[in-house]
């Protein structure tokens, strides 16, 4: 963190990172301050910058697949289905129910991952370090576990493909995530419980950092954000992709979009997440778990292109591919929800104290490794 | 709900009559035919969908590098606007939240590859592409007229080439950096005549 005074001696520049535990990755802000008010904030990242999409168009589509893993590196398996939906669409593909089942299965438990390591993060920006993180990760391991057992990583998963998934369940899984999902609920409870009336958290994150609805789309501001605002915008509803159509759940709205609002949505979408899980634990139908007609080797989409895009836990995870007719994409964009999401960061931001930035930072929810590439 | 991207032209056509739009098929299982708008009426055309048509959220700004005009006409043919030196191509997915239809696919084009390498800058219109944009001028090279903080995004200020086209050449040794130790240890060797030779 260096910090220099300007040249009218009463506004104060700080660089704010990379290294700095509340950014969450390398992510730096170059602030200006007049007193603790920030009254200018510029984002820097690049840090973890790869070109992933430069990477990818000399590659063949499925040697992409477990590449889209480390993009968003806390949830994989949204990252692999949003990518297999864009191939799936390019080249025409069905897949079988079972997988649809299964893709369903896999996102929500991805979702409940994000969400949960978001309630750890934000508290840690709030000075709870270290307790509520442990907890969160507690939880967060033991669907970890189920990762593992079905795709033989814990967060590298590279379980998708184009139509269907990698393999079938193992025996016993299922019965696995049940116990899982009946035991979460209490977990949430516990949680919820000591967070709703907390003193600290009501007063840091109340009223911090809303900006009005209008803003928020115009800015493209997706997920949870979005609908801490009271915009009812899910992409599970809207565009209805796999089999969200099946399954009964609500889709929680906020009222003021302020960094509570922000919260709390996250634990209303955990529940949301729970229903669903249960009913594609019960309904999940035998069958295949790939399209057997899928080509796996020698795979060239026709010429065209398409845009697929999902619901991911942070937001719209889109990919943008384009064939020539040969193994490589000619172009595959990744439209990544943190880097979009951090477009209005310094709106949000004018005229609060710089703590609260910090804590609005946290609230986007962002992984660096997305918003880089 | 996808949109029929012919009755969005006709509707376009008739609110606007001097607009240069043309509509480029897909030809690929997608059907996501596009709407290529002329560089002059590109910000006309995102006021009039976004106010009159209600497709108020851009959600995706993504550049393109076609050195080869005719691997361009596959994709998305059936056109005008043709550059015979190759062009780089923005193309816009845009979708409405309150009627919750989408994608709308418009494309915009450069002239060519080198000194016309321009585009308006859709940001005023939609602040979603404010990032965007700046990536697409930092990996591609396209200048977008009119946005306000045009830098670098994802690449160091002082990089001086745009990864994503497709003759990039990428370096030899990504490490390397330039530095003063190979003059100050040449020069160091004239104190030391006895190791020069």
Same mark, same amino acid.
């Given at each position: ?68 893993? @480390? ?5 994989? &398996? ?33 979702? &409940? ?52 998934? @990698?393999?079938? *369940? ?75 159509? @099946? ?26 997440? *729970? ?68 477009? *209005? ?29 | ?14 609110? %606007? ?17 596009? %709407? ?6 590109? %910000? ?49 997915? %845009? ?103």
């Amino acid at each position: 963190m260096s910090v220099e005074y300007t040249d009218s001696d009463r506004l104060l520049r700080v660089s704010l990172g990379p290294q700095h535990p509340s950014t969450h990755g390398v992510f730096r802000m170059n602030v200006e301050l007049d007193g603790e008010t920030v009254v200018k904030l510029k984002p820097v990242f690049g840090y973890l910058h790869r070109n992933h999409e430069k990477i990818a168009e000399g590659a063949t589509y499925l040697s992409s697949m477990p590449y889209t893993d @480390r993009l968003d590196y806390i949830c994989p &398996l949204t990252n692999n289905w949003a990518y297999a939906l864009a191939v799936e669409k390019l080249a025409g593909i069905e897949v079988p129910e079972r997988a649809e089942y299964m893709r369903v299965i896999l996102a929500e438990l991805t979702r &409940l991952i994000n969400h949960t390591a978001f309630m750890g993060f934000i508290l840690g920006d709030m000075g709870a370090w270290g307790s509520a993180l442990m907890y969160a990760f507690r939880e967060r391991e033991k669907i970890l576990d189920l990762f593992e057992h079905l795709t033989g990583a814990r967060m590298m998963a590279n379980f998708m493909r184009f139509g269907g998934c @990698r393999n079938d *369940l193992p025996a016993g899984w299922r019965e696995q995530v049940g116990t899982l999902v009946e035991g979460y609920g209490p977990f949430l409870d516990e949680m919820e419980k000591f967070l709703v009336g907390n003193e600290i958290l009501l007063s840091r994150s109340q009223d911090v950092g809303q900006l009005p609805a209008e803003t928020l789309v115009n800015g493209g501001i997706t997920g949870p954000m979005l609908r801490a605002a009271g915009v009812s915008y899910d992409i599970r509803k809207v565009d209805r992709y796999g089999i969200y159509d @099946r399954f009964e759940f609500r889709i929680p709205l906020g009222e003021k979009g302020d960094v509570y609002d922000r919260i709390m949505i996250r634990f209303l979408e955990m529940r949301e997440s *729970l229903k669903i899980l249960r009913q594609a634990i019960d309904q999940l139908p035998e069958g295949d778990y790939v399209n057997p007609k899928a080509r796996i080797r020698g795979f060239k989409p026709p010429v065209g292109e398409a845009y697929g895009r999902i619901e991911g836990p942070k937001g719209e995870l889109g990919f943008h591919l384009i064939s020539d007719g040969t193994p490589n994409p000619y172009r595959y964009r990744v439209r990544p929800p943190s880097f979009i999401n951090l477009t *209005l960061l310094e709106d949000m931001c004018l005229g609060l104290d710089l703590a609260d930035a910090v804590i609005i930072l946290g609230s986007i929810d962002i992984v660096l490794g997305e918003v880089d590439r | 709900m996808s949109v029929d991207a012919t009755d969005i032209q006709t509707s376009i056509r008739a609110a %606007l009559p001097d607009v240069e739009i043309f509509l480029r098929t897909n030809p690929g299982p997608s059907g996501q035919h596009s %709407l290529l708008v002329g560089n002059g009426d590109l %910000l006309g055309v995102m006021r009039f969908v976004r106010d009159e048509l209600a497709f108020d959220f851009l959600s995706n700004v993504t550049g393109i590098d076609w050195p080869d005009p005719a691997k361009a006409d596959a994709v998305a043919s059936d056109g005008a606007l043709r550059s015979p030196h190759g062009f780089l191509e923005v193309v816009y997915h %845009l979708f409405s939240t309150t009627k919750r239809t989408g994608p709308l696919v418009l494309r915009a084009r450069t002239v060519d590859r080198a000194e016309n390498c321009t585009i308006p800058s859709v940001v005023s219109v939609f602040r979603s592409a404010e990032f965007q944009e700046r990536e697409i001028y930092d990996l591609f090279g396209i200048v977008f007229t009119g946005h306000p903080d045009l830098r670098r995004i994802l690449m160091w200020d002082e990089f001086a080439d745009h990864p994503m086209r497709k003759d990039y050449v990428a370096p030899d040794d990504y490490e390397y950096e330039p530095t003063p130790h190979g003059e100050v240890l040449e020069r160091a060797q004239t104190h030391y005549p006895q190791t020069a030779g």
